[in-house]
């Protein structure tokens, strides 16, 4: 037993600990490092080197001749342009293949980079639609050439494009008739200026285009964010009705799915880093601010907070009862042989939720089962991690209902309880008992597993410092923030624990 | 066996009961008669069937073959509601399996409560009464872990006679206890006999079961091979089974 005096001292040094790593962190952050050298100054460099591109853009599928010709060409994927822009700024890769609009966005936030006044390609912007759609790609087009024609399209792109930007806004007609219904828009909002968040909205050229073109088709526009790999399959799944994401029409792309006309043109450029640039470093207040204050961008941490608690609350609830029920019908089973076809069906749950990722659960719940209606993304996350965490409590459930001792039921039975009696009143109890540490560690699993949410689009904690850190620029400070969020979260639920679990051992004290 | 009893007295009747685990031959066809009243000590070598036929006679281990008559009525009968029964039967195990999450009270209330047998006042004022007769009123409001082993035995006693049983089953009910509390459960049990309680008493205690029992069945090889009245069954054993356990035991 330790003293209480012992336990202070030791929940002090945790504290300590914790506060110790978060300011070395802190002084990581607010300290200059060395930019490495740059190697490619023109498209024949590219060759040899380590590319980094954003997954399944036309930057990724055009450089992917190079992974096979030879020269130890290495291709790196990253969810977002953002994440290459950061790789490339700690040298890990040595240039971003990434459309110009963005790549001029990115510029200006980080002076240590340039863009080479080489193109790498240049390329047409257009509306994906699910294949056979016709009906809604002769709207769309007809839409367009109306919008091309007078002058919208272009005073949209000027207002995020060239000196006169944010002179032109678009806003939508008014009196426009909405009875056609909803026209769902999937997109990746880390392509500025195309689609990115903005006071914790998404806008951007492509974001005023669609809004143009459902004023003209009498349509509602709704936008769902997410990784854009998945927009193709959000689109012809009909999860989205377009995809409008700064998208270039290829071959490959074109076996999945139709593309309207193109509305924008733009090219893909080579991002590497400046050497003669001067760095200006900012401070940790400077940082702090940019990464929280100015924008109310810490809304996005609460916003995420929110929703992963949400989440893990429900799911957690969801998990302990079919954890329960699933525990039950099993020691039942094994006890009396009975519910055999009940039993059977349980296996079957058992080794298949606990046998793949919780990933891959979560995207197909949204995906295939839910794919094409339109569902409310939390509802999705919680039926996925409580369908996933009660495979996880049922064994825990059931590993305590067999840890206790079979005198236990035979006392109870011979008494005259029933099976169900017994299993209420006398097993059971004991059961939870034993298993609340083991119950305890599958509900913080489970909190952090919930930072996947984000594969969805859904944003949780963990996709709420990404936003910031794809509108800052700044990787640090987000990420430390979240974790922090986590971390405190995780202590408070095992102390919540540790109280509950020593005042049912008082009771027996034993 | 008493010439007096009559046949409405039978409580208990064992016909051509049987008991196989996989080949394994524990219990072959077992035939007695238990009379209301009657106090019966099981004596046996370790491993020939006598918790296996004590077990039998609640379903707590379901008989291969064989019938158990309780006031006439078959209860190997899938039909017969057997917690309905078992209501009337009551057991006490060598390892007293108290519920450690209950008090004490709780242990003893539970059942009566829980199947409406008592109101909750009812079934509280009846378990004080039982603790003080087993001489531990004042540990009502304890867990079983505070007690030692003669006093949970006690209390597990006490918890199946709140059930007001007609016939009680006791498994080697002091064989796990220390030596020093061996005398306090024994003299409980005889008082429930000497109170008329009907019991099946197996035992390892000799000069307990010579005192105290109506009858001693002698168990080897899953068969009853002797049975008499204690002073014959001790003084004049006639199989040589028995005769060869008692010169060990004795
Ligand atoms: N569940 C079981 N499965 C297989 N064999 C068992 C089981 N229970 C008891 N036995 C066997 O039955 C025999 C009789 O056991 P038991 O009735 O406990 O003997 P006793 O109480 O006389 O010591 C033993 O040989 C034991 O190994
Ligand atoms: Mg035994």
Same mark, same amino acid.
């Given at each position: 037993? *330790?003293?209480?005096?012992?336990?202070?001292?030791?929940?002090?040094?945790?504290?300590?600990?914790?506060?110790?790593? &978060?300011?070395?962190?802190?002084?990581?952050?607010?300290? *200059?490092?060395?930019?490495?050298?740059?190697?490619?100054?023109?498209?024949?460099?590219?060759?040899?080197?380590?590319?980094?591109? *954003?997954?399944?853009?036309?930057?990724?599928?055009?450089?992917?001749?190079?992974?096979?010709?030879?020269?130890?060409?290495?291709?790196?994927?990253?969810?977002?342009?953002?994440?290459?822009?950061?790789?490339?700024?700690?040298?890990?890769?040595? #240039? %971003?293949?990434?459309? #110009? *609009?963005?790549?001029?966005?990115?510029?200006?936030?980080?002076?240590?980079?340039?863009?080479?006044?080489?193109?790498?390609?240049?390329?047409?912007? #257009?509306?994906?639609?699910?294949?056979?759609?016709?009906?809604?790609?002769?709207?769309?087009?007809?839409?367009?050439?109306?919008?091309?024609?007078?002058?919208?399209?272009?005073?949209?792109?000027?207002?995020?494009?060239?000196?006169?930007?944010?002179?032109? @806004?678009?806003?939508?007609?008014?009196? %426009?008739?909405?009875?056609?219904?909803?026209?769902?828009?999937?997109?990746?909002?880390?392509?500025? @200026?195309?689609?990115?968040?903005?006071?914790?909205?998404?806008?951007? =050229?492509?974001?005023?285009?669609?809004?143009?073109?459902?004023?003209?088709?009498?349509?509602?526009?709704?936008?769902?964010?997410?990784?854009?790999?998945?927009?193709?399959?959000?689109?012809?799944?009909?999860?989205?009705?377009?995809?409008?994401?700064?998208?270039?029409?290829?071959?490959?792309?074109?076996?999945?799915?139709?593309?309207?006309? /193109?509305?924008?043109?733009?090219?893909?450029?080579?991002?590497?880093?400046?050497?003669? #640039? &001067?760095?200006?470093?900012?401070?940790?207040?400077?940082?702090?601010?940019?990464?929280?204050?100015?924008?109310?961008?810490?809304?996005?941490?609460?916003?995420?907070?929110?929703?992963?608690?949400?989440?893990?609350?429900?799911?957690?609830?969801?998990?302990?009862?079919?954890?329960?029920?699933?525990? %039950?019908?099993?020691?039942?089973?094994?006890?009396?042989?009975?519910?055999?076809?009940?039993?059977?069906?349980?296996?079957?749950?058992?080794?298949?939720?606990?046998?793949?990722?919780?990933?891959?659960?979560?995207? =197909?719940?949204?995906?295939?089962?839910?794919?094409?209606?339109?569902?409310?993304?939390?509802?999705?996350?919680?039926?996925?991690?409580?369908?996933?965490?009660?495979?996880?409590?049922?064994?825990?459930?059931?590993?305590?209902?067999?840890?206790?001792?079979?005198?236990?039921?035979?006392?109870?039975?011979?008494?005259?309880?029933?099976?169900?009696?017994?299993?209420?009143?006398?097993?059971?109890?004991?059961?939870?008992?034993?298993?609340? /540490?083991?119950?305890?560690?599958?509900?913080?699993?489970?909190?952090?597993?919930?930072?996947?949410?984000?594969?969805?689009?859904?944003?949780?904690?963990?996709?709420?410092?990404?936003? =910031?850190?794809?509108?800052?620029?700044?990787?640090?400070? @987000?990420?430390?923030?979240?974790?922090?969020?986590?971390?405190?979260?995780?202590?408070?639920?095992?102390?919540?624990?540790?109280?509950?679990?020593?005042?049912?051992?008082?009771?027996?004290?034993? | !066996?008493?010439?007096?009893?009559?046949?409405?007295?039978?409580?208990?009747?064992?016909?051509?009961?049987?008991?196989?685990?996989?080949?394994?031959?524990?219990?072959?066809?077992?035939?007695?008669?238990?009379?209301?009243?009657?106090?019966?000590?099981?004596?046996?070598?370790?491993?020939?069937?006598?918790?296996?036929?004590?077990?039998?006679?609640?379903?707590?281990?379901?008989?291969?073959?064989?019938?158990?008559?309780?006031?006439?009525?078959?209860?190997?009968?899938?039909?017969?509601?057997?917690?309905?029964?078992?209501?009337?039967?009551?057991?006490?195990?060598?390892?007293?399996?108290?519920?450690?999450?209950?008090?004490?009270?709780?242990?003893?209330?539970? +059942?009566?409560?829980?199947?409406?047998?008592?109101?909750?006042?009812?079934?509280?004022?009846?378990?004080?009464?039982?603790?003080?007769?087993?001489?531990?009123?004042?540990? +009502?409001?304890?867990?079983?872990?505070?007690?030692?082993?003669?006093?949970?035995?006690?209390?597990?006693? +006490?918890?199946?006679? +709140?059930?007001?049983?007609?016939? !009680?089953?006791?498994?080697?009910?002091?064989?796990?206890?220390?030596?020093? !509390?061996?005398?306090?459960?024994?003299?409980?049990?005889?008082?429930?006999?000497?109170?008329?309680?009907?019991?099946?008493?197996?035992?390892?205690?000799?000069?307990?079961?010579?005192?105290?029992?109506?009858?001693?069945?002698?168990?080897?090889?899953?068969?009853?091979?002797?049975?008499?009245?204690?002073?014959?069954?001790?003084?004049?054993?006639?199989?040589?089974?028995?005769?060869?356990?008692?010169?060990?035991?004795?």
């Amino acid at each position: 037993m *330790q003293t209480k005096r012992q336990k202070n001292i030791y929940g002090f040094f945790r504290i300590f600990a914790v506060l110790f790593c &978060v300011c070395t962190c802190m002084l990581l952050s607010s300290c *200059q490092k060395k930019l490495a050298e740059n190697k490619v100054f023109g498209v024949d460099d590219l060759s040899g080197s380590v590319i980094g591109v *954003q997954l399944g853009t036309t930057g990724d599928i055009l450089v992917s001749d190079y992974e096979e010709d030879g020269s130890d060409t290495t291709i790196e994927r990253f969810n977002k342009g953002n994440d290459a822009i950061q790789a490339l700024k700690q040298g890990k890769i040595d #240039a %971003v293949i990434i459309d #110009a *609009q963005p790549a001029n966005a990115f510029i200006q936030a980080n002076p240590e980079l340039m863009i080479l006044e080489e193109e790498f390609v240049k390329e047409d912007y #257009a509306i994906s639609i699910a294949k056979g759609n016709t009906e809604l790609t002769a709207s769309i087009n007809k839409a367009l050439s109306s919008l091309k024609a007078d002058g919208t399209i272009d005073s949209i792109i000027n207002n995020y494009i060239g000196e006169n930007a944010g002179k032109s @806004p678009y806003t939508s007609p008014s009196g %426009v008739n909405r009875s056609n219904g909803n026209l769902i828009m999937a997109t990746n909002a880390y392509f500025k @200026p195309y689609e990115y968040y903005e006071n914790g909205k998404i806008v951007g =050229i492509d974001v005023d285009i669609a809004t143009a073109i459902a004023d003209y088709l009498g349509m509602n526009l709704k936008i769902e964010d997410m990784e854009f790999d998945s927009i193709i399959t959000a689109v012809s799944s009909g999860k989205a009705d377009i995809g409008v994401a700064g998208m270039t029409v290829t071959a490959d792309r074109l076996k999945n799915i139709d593309f309207s006309d /193109p509305y924008t043109t733009s090219s893909q450029v080579i991002v590497v880093r400046n050497n003669e #640039a &001067v760095q200006s470093g900012s401070n940790f207040v400077e940082k702090f601010t940019n990464d929280f204050i100015t924008d109310n961008r810490y809304q996005y941490i609460l916003t995420g907070l929110k929703n992963t608690l949400i989440i893990a609350f429900f799911a957690a609830i969801m998990g302990i009862v079919i954890g329960f029920l699933v525990a %039950v019908i099993r020691s039942s089973h094994d006890k009396t042989g009975n519910m055999k076809i009940l039993n059977a069906i349980c296996s079957v749950y058992l080794t298949i939720i606990r046998g793949t990722p919780a990933m891959v659960q979560l995207l =197909i719940i949204y995906y295939i089962i839910f794919g094409s209606m339109n569902v409310n993304k939390i509802l999705v996350a919680v039926l996925s991690f409580g369908i996933n965490s009660g495979a996880y409590v049922a064994e825990i459930f059931r590993s305590g209902i067999m840890s206790i001792d079979n005198g236990q039921f035979e006392a109870a039975r011979s008494l005259g309880l029933t099976y169900n009696q017994t299993m209420i009143s006398v097993i059971l109890p004991q059961a939870f008992k034993n298993v609340l /540490p083991a119950l305890a560690n599958e509900f913080i699993v489970l909190l952090k597993e919930t930072s996947i949410s984000g594969y969805i689009g859904l944003t949780d904690l963990t996709r709420g410092g990404d936003i =910031i850190r794809s509108i800052t620029y700044d990787a640090m400070l @987000p990420l430390i923030g979240v974790a922090l969020i986590y971390l405190i979260l995780v202590m408070i639920l095992s102390t919540l624990v540790k109280k509950l679990e020593r005042r049912l051992r008082s009771n027996e004290r034993n | !066996m008493s010439e007096t009893n009559n046949m409405s007295d039978i409580l208990l009747e064992v016909k051509g009961l049987r008991k196989v685990y996989d080949k394994h031959v524990v219990l072959d066809n077992i035939n007695t008669t238990v009379h209301k009243g009657e106090v019966i000590a099981i004596i046996g070598p370790s491993g020939c069937g006598k918790s296996t036929f004590l077990r039998s006679l609640n379903m707590l281990e379901i008989p291969t073959a064989g019938q158990v008559l309780f006031h006439g009525t078959d209860i190997t009968d899938k039909s017969v509601n057997i917690n309905e029964i078992r209501e009337k039967i009551g057991m006490v195990f060598q390892h007293f399996n108290l519920f450690p999450n209950m008090t004490i009270r709780d242990n003893i209330c539970l +059942a009566p409560v829980k199947l409406k047998l008592m109101s909750r006042e009812d079934a509280v004022k009846k378990a004080d009464e039982l603790l003080a007769r087993v001489g531990l009123k004042d540990k +009502a409001d304890t867990y079983p872990a505070m007690l030692s082993g003669g006093q949970k035995q006690r209390v597990a006693i +006490a918890r199946a006679m +709140a059930m007001n049983p007609e016939i !009680m089953l006791f498994d080697e009910p002091t064989s796990a206890l220390d030596p020093e !509390m061996v005398g306090e459960v024994l003299t409980i049990i005889k008082e429930l006999a000497d109170s008329g309680m009907t019991m099946l008493i197996v035992t390892h205690e000799m000069g307990f079961a010579k005192e105290v029992a109506s009858r001693c069945m002698f168990f080897s090889d899953g068969m009853i091979t002797e049975e008499n009245e204690p002073k014959a069954f001790f003084e004049n054993p006639q199989s040589p089974r028995l005769k060869e356990f008692l010169s060990k035991v004795l």
